[in-house]
């Protein structure tokens, strides 16, 4: 089945500087990347939708300029933090829209990042 | 306002007993989808089940099913013969958009006792 590898799974940062989540779809072509965030015991909130070659679409509330979504190729996805503040400290999550699959198979998650800002 | 609605933070079932997660949603698209994944300890997502919204039986997967209501605008999920490793975090989900982005509810943790 369709595999998205997202790496790093943890990753402890200063305060002030930039993490880079990366996604990589193994097996298959990614022309479009959901990113997400978790707080502890919530939902996961819907960032961004970036598709293959074209800016990033950002939920209301979330700061594009902060959190900056690259997605230059069909198997790449990255999501910068940028600045990074102890409020950003969450569950990242990356999910792959797979065309080609049903809707019931069509989207593949990442393993999730864990991003504590000290 | 909120577009996927779980009434129940958490659930406490017996094991071998059947449970019933709530999922309420609102959406004026024609064409949509349900989902329910499972979020363990760990974090990922694991899917369980998929319902469109043109789909005329209601989904099943294994021990589970999706009680599709149309017009109430619910979907709950129904897990047979409970097993200690259902306990996790349950997510009701939706498709919508043309770019089929998905939208999570709150979720409900299951706990299932011995």
């Known amino acids: 089945g369709a595999v998205v590898s997202q790496h790093p799974s943890r990753v402890i940062c200063k305060s002030g500087t930039s993490v880079k989540i990366e996604c990589r779809s193994l097996?298959?072509?990614?022309?479009?990347m959901f990113w997400y965030r978790q707080f502890p015991k919530q939902s996961l909130m819907l960032m961004a939708t970036?598709?293959?070659?074209?800016?990033?679409?950002?939920e209301q509330g979330v700061e594009k300029d902060k959190f900056l979504i690259n997605h230059a190729s069909l198997t790449l996805s990255t999501l910068t933090v940028t600045s990074a503040h102890p409020e950003d400290s969450s569950f990242y999550i990356c999910?792959?829209?797979?065309?080609?699959?049903?809707?019931?198979?069509?989207?593949?998650f990442g393993s999730g990042t864990r991003l504590t800002v000290v | 306002a909120q577009k996927i609605t779980q009434t129940q933070p958490g659930m406490f079932v017996q094991e071998k007993e059947a449970v019933t997660l709530d999922c309420t949603y609102d959406?004026?698209?024609?064409?949509?989808?349900l989902f329910w994944y499972k979020q363990p300890s760990s974090g990922e997502m694991i899917f369980l089940i998929y319902?469109?919204?043109?789909?005329?039986q209601n989904a099943t997967e294994g021990r589970y099913s999706l009680n599709f209501q149309k017009a109430r605008k619910s979907a709950n999920l129904v897990i047979s013969a409970s097993q200690l490793g259902d306990s996790a975090m349950y997510f009701c989900?939706?498709?919508?958009?043309?770019?089929?982005?998905?939208?999570f509810g709150k979720g409900t943790r299951l706990h299932i006792l011995p």
């Open positions: 097996d298959f072509q990614a022309t479009t």
């Open positions: 989900a939706m498709r919508e958009g043309i770019d089929d982005k998905i939208i």
């Open positions: 959406t004026s698209d024609q064409s949509y989808g």
């Open positions: 970036s598709n293959e070659g074209s800016k990033a679409t950002y």
């Open positions: 319902q469109g919204s043109y789909d005329e």
């Open positions: 999910s792959a829209r797979v065309l080609g699959a049903g809707f019931n198979y069509g989207y593949t």
